[in-house]
């Protein structure tokens, strides 16, 4: 006998089965008989639209059984609408789920619904999200909340409130090869709808912290790329920093490392017949010794040099 079955909290329901096919069916799910009979039960209080405490209870079961399942989550969010529940003690049951299963999705899109029904960030919201991350600092799903959470709540780098880059910049000491936290270091800083453009103290405060990870790492590749990205940002051309990537990858000098090699390349390859020839005996040192595993790519930056579509 079932756990529903024989709970007279449960006798006014006839459970619904899953039809896999009907009994000669091709391949069935094995799933286990709890399994089975919880979701029978919540199909049928689905399909009379059921919401009520029972039914909360019901989607608890399920989740802890398979936390995957997309279709439980919605349901338990609209049966937490309609019985007014209070959406904190929700995010505190979530907290101990999404500490079990790190890379749910589902789970977060669910947080995601029940953040939406508060008008300011919860306290402790965010030093939960520190202890996701410091179990998994480069897991997508917690980043990509997070990024949500600072376009909700406004949590961008110029709101007085705000302690984000202290917070990605406390990630990048422990690991400054960490490229959510720098992806999220550019949503914080350059997302803000706001700007019309970008003041030019922010712009320069970014450079020069890309800069100073790139000496204690400069084969590191992401503060390479932030770096690019701050000069596009601002429209400004690549010779701003020329002389930088000249310390680490300059004709004549010793490469240490390749992306400032790949950063003058194409930076000369925007000059005259000099600077191509510069940019052509660079990307060979980069297809030859220095990245020879993306050789192609490199022999196509030189085809593409020679015909002046570079």
């Known amino acids: 006998m079932g756990q529903y079955e024989d709970n007279a909290l449960w006798a006014d329901i006839i459970p619904i089965p899953q039809d896999d ?3 000669n069916a ?5 799933y286990t008989d709890e399994y089975s009979e919880a979701m029978s039960y919540l199909r049928a209080v689905m399909a009379k639209n059921e919401k009520s405490d029972r039914v909360l209870s019901l989607t608890e079961h399920i989740i802890t059984m398979n936390p995957a399942h997309y279709t439980v989550w919605l349901y338990r969010a609209d049966v937490l609408g309609a019985l007014n529940r209070d959406p ?3 995010l505190a049951w979530l907290n101990e789920i999404s500490l079990k299963h790190l890379k749910n999705y589902q789970i977060w899109h669910h947080r995601q619904t029940i ?4 008008s300011t960030l919860p306290p402790g919201e965010l030093s939960f999200l520190s202890r996701m991350l410091a179990k998994d ?3 997508y799903h917690v980043w990509s909340y997070r ?4 376009a909700r709540f406004s949590l961008w780098s110029t ?3 705000s302690t984000e880059l202290d917070f990605v910049e406390n990630l990048l000491m422990v690991d400054l090869r960490n490229n959510s936290a720098w992806n999220h270091r550019w949503f914080v800083v350059f997302g803000n709808p706001e700007y019309t453009s970008v003041p030019s103290d922010t712009s320069q405060r970014e450079i020069d912290f890309a800069k100073s990870k790139i000496r204690e790492a400069p084969q590191n590749q992401s503060p390479w790329n932030y770096l690019k990205g701050v000069l596009r940002k601002n429209g400004l051309g690549m010779e701003a920093l020329g002389d930088f990537a000249e310390e680490f990858a300059g004709e004549g000098r010793e490469v240490r490392s390749s992306h400032a090699l790949d950063f003058l390349a194409e930076m000369w390859s925007q000059g005259g017949e000099e600077d191509k020839r510069k940019a052509e005996r660079a990307l060979s040192l980069l297809a030859d010794t220095y990245d020879p595993i993306r050789k192609n790519y490199w022999d196509y930056r030189k085809r593409l040099l020679a015909t002046g579509q570079a």
Do not use: R
């Open 159 to 161: 709101s007085p409130s």
């Open 26 to 30: 091709l391949a069935t799910i094995a």
């Open 147 to 150: 990024q949500w959470l600072v």
């Open 88 to 90: 904190a003690k929700e």
């Open 137 to 139: 600092a480069k897991n």
């Open 21 to 23: 096919g009907g009994p």
């Open 115 to 118: 953040m939406s029904q508060f």
